[in-house]
């Protein structure tokens, strides 16, 4: 009969248990699951350290946009044996901004993560996992940003940012997501952006932050201690997985020592007065300029950006709420609406890759070693489909100019997954799987 293992600690006369504990105090690490106790699966973090120069963007709307715009015409896109690479193509009404990047861009077609739910399956966008499903995967829902930041901790100051709207349809975008099952909660306008990136830290600020340092690394005291007592009841084989545990535990450790350095070092010199947040679509292109300044200063290697439920339509003139205009119903007029307010998403996506492509660090062009994604987990919110995502990925060493079409109906169509197991690859970290992945995506050689 398997035995129910729980680690418990007691902290100020109370007892928790050793995960809800870990997780309040900020350490991303559990003890496996070991068979001889309970369960033959093992949990253990990839703590590959990777070097250089590579970067990382992610972006992501709630609610899709309107395939008739967003895609070339289907006359266009003849699709045989289930995959079409094609350079000679017009974009859609929506995409016509993407030929002033087309150089730099690439069109993805076809490809999702085959999840169900409409509104409750966007989250999965960066995972390829719900969160419901989380369970039965190695890795849980970790979304690729915080994958891809966990191979760079401490070489930053900070590990990633995750900046955008909390507010949506049941809960927005929910872009990031932790290996724990955590939300990455984001940075909610260019104020605070601005005041994490060049704002010093106040001197009891900095104090706390050694603090909870210090705290971190007394929890991992106290769990390898209770790890090595549990060591009497284990096999051999599940003692070595508890030496892979007890590795990544260094690991982590090493990772709070790198992070701690960064206490006392002063940030950059603002590029721009302090803003003052005004709305979502006034400030788009703000919060994009702050990305690219956090990737040349060096303040993160990995971004994301939520564009979710306070991406208000009258702010660009528009009638009717951006939910609404989703569920145009067909009527030619709420479509006309959506295109407008879609097109300017793409326009300031398109601004944001063409700053990085001018914009230098000491490596050469930003945009020479920043991968970025721009789509959403939703492939049709008029009709709640997760199915054919629209995909943009811009940047990096990736062979671009073209569309890669996949046919949706084919028994052998690859996962989205798989892009992001050769974002990772390009990233620098030596990913073979990601979430449902079966390889890397072809077509971007």
Not at 43 to 67: D, Y
């Amino acid at each position: 009969m398997p035995i129910n293992f729980t680690v418990f600690v007691q902290v100020n006369g109370f007892v928790m248990n050793r995960r809800l504990f870990l997780r309040q105090a900020g350490v991303a690490i559990g003890l496996p699951f070991l068979p001889s106790l309970t369960s033959s699966k093992i949990a253990v973090g990839s703590q590959q350290v990777v070097t250089g120069s590579k970067k990382m963007v992610c972006i992501g709307n709630m609610l899709g946009f309107h395939p008739a715009a967003f895609w070339p015409s289907a006359k266009q896109v003849g699709v045989e044996g289930g995959f079409t690479s094609l350079e000679g193509f017009e974009y859609g009404t929506t995409t016509q901004p993407l030929n002033e990047i087309r150089e730099q861009s690439t069109l993805i077609q076809g490809l999702d993560h085959d999840t169900k739910g409409g509104h409750f399956g966007i989250h999965s966008f960066l995972s390829g996992v719900k969160q419901n499903e989380a369970s039965s995967m190695i890795h849980g829902n970790v979304t690729i940003d915080q994958f891809a930041a966990e191979h760079v901790v401490g070489q930053t100051r900070f590990p990633s940012l995750t900046i955008g709207s909390l507010e949506g349809i049941h809960g927005g975008c929910q872009l990031s997501w932790t290996r724990t099952g955590t939300r990455v909660p984001p940075i909610p306008g260019p104020e605070q952006l601005f005041k994490k990136l060049f704002v010093d830290a106040t001197e009891q600020d900095k104090d706390s932050a050694a603090d909870r340092f210090a705290l971190q690394n007394s929890i991992l005291d106290v769990v390898q201690e209770q790890a090595h007592d549990l060591q009497r009841s284990l096999n051999q084989r599940d003692k070595n997985k508890l030496d892979e545990y007890f590795t990544s535990v260094r690991d982590v450790e090493k990772g709070i020592a790198r992070r701690r350095r960064w206490i006392d070092v002063p940030k950059p010199e603002a590029m721009i007065k302090q803003p003052q947040n005004r709305n979502m679509v006034e400030d788009l292109p703000l919060l994009y300029d702050l990305i690219v300044m956090a990737l040349q200063t060096n303040a993160t290697k990995v971004a994301t950006l939520e564009i979710g439920g306070d991406f208000n339509p009258a702010d660009l003139g528009i009638r009717g709420g951006y939910h609404s205009l989703s569920h145009h119903g067909q009527l030619q007029e709420r479509i006309d609406a959506l295109i407008t307010l879609e097109t300017y998403q793409i326009e300031q996506f398109v601004r944001f890759v063409k700053k990085l492509a001018v914009t230098l660090d000491d490596t050469g062009p930003l945009l020479d070693t920043t991968t970025v994604l721009f789509g959403s987990g939703m492939g049709d919110a008029n009709s709640h489909t997760n199915r054919n995502l629209p995909i943009v990925l811009a940047g990096g060493s990736f062979a671009h100019r073209k569309l890669l079409a996949f046919d949706t109906s084919h028994p052998h169509r690859p996962p989205l997954a798989n892009l992001f197991v050769s974002m990772l690859q390009e990233f620098g970290v030596e990913a073979e799987s990601f979430a449902k992945s079966t390889g890397t995506l072809r077509g971007l050689v």
